[in-house]
């Protein structure tokens, strides 16, 4: 069964320290790994597109990687207003689906 | 950016009535979209697949005959949620998937949904 799992389910850090997200998939053929971030009562926020084992995207303090089994997304130097709830999804080869993770919920600390 | 909207962002209605619920792609064209449900603290779940001109595609327990679906045009799909219940007050998110670049789906805002 295809399905992806996010971890930690929350974590709370302090103003500039540095962590990573983990976002583990099981997918009969992957087409693409994506990161959105979500602000409560509000839609989720295009962060990035993964396609490939060993591809890496930046944006801003996010820096997105990929492996064959897994995806971190790490934050470097966190501010407040980084807090929001992270999710991970897979797109399937076979059709336009995404599976969603359940997310992390972030918390930075001023 | 890619631009969805989502209107109207809440609706408070009795129940037995019905709600439309409109789902545009403002600065590119979208084939498919899709609905999405979330409860609180939990993640999104997919109720449908809409493709322009053609019917959508429902997910296993999802109620066609209640959620109606239209997706009329390339920049706009609705929901309609027909003799409302309070089971279905709930945070309703729409994306669309731009085909002309990337595979990505881009969310709307959502539209929060409380039925009396």
């Known amino acids: 069964e295809d399905q992806v799992t996010q971890s930690p389910e929350a974590l709370r850090l302090q103003e500039g320290e540095s962590s990573s997200l983990n976002c583990s998939y099981t997918?009969?053929?992957?087409?693409?790994l994506f990161w959105y971030r979500q602000d409560p009562g509000k839609g989720p926020e295009f962060l990035f597109t993964?396609?490939?084992a060993g591809e890496e995207k930046e944006k801003e303090r996010l820096k997105a990687t990929l492996t064959k089994k897994e995806s971190f997304l790490h934050i470097t130097a966190p501010k407040p207003e980084d807090s929001a709830t992270y999710l991970c999804?897979?797109?399937?080869?076979?059709?336009?689906?995404?599976?969603f993770g359940k997310g992390t919920r972030l918390h930075i600390l001023p | 950016g890619a631009v969805v909207s989502q209107h109207p962002s809440r609706v408070i209605c009795k129940s037995g009535t019905s709600v439309k619920i409109e789902c545009r792609s403002l600065?590119?064209?979208?084939?498919?979209m899709f609905w999405y449900r979330q409860f609180p603290k939990k993640s999104l779940m997919l109720m449908a697949t809409?493709?322009?001109?053609?019917?959508?595609?429902?997910e296993q327990g999802v109620e066609k005959d209640k959620f109606l679906i239209n997706h009329a045009s390339l920049t706009l799909s609705t929901l309609t949620v027909t003799s409302a219940h309070p089971e279905d007050s709930s945070f309703y998110i729409c994306?669309?998937?731009?085909?002309?670049?990337?595979?990505?789906?881009?969310f709307g805002p959502g539209t929060r949904l409380t039925v009396l």
């Open positions: 994306s669309a998937r731009d085909v002309g670049s990337t595979d990505t789906q881009y």
């Open positions: 997918v009969s053929g992957l087409r693409g």
């Open positions: 993964l396609y490939s």
């Open positions: 999804a897979v797109q399937r080869n076979r059709d336009d689906k995404i599976i």
């Open positions: 600065d590119f064209q979208a084939t498919t």
């Open positions: 809409s493709n322009e001109g053609s019917k959508a595609t429902y």
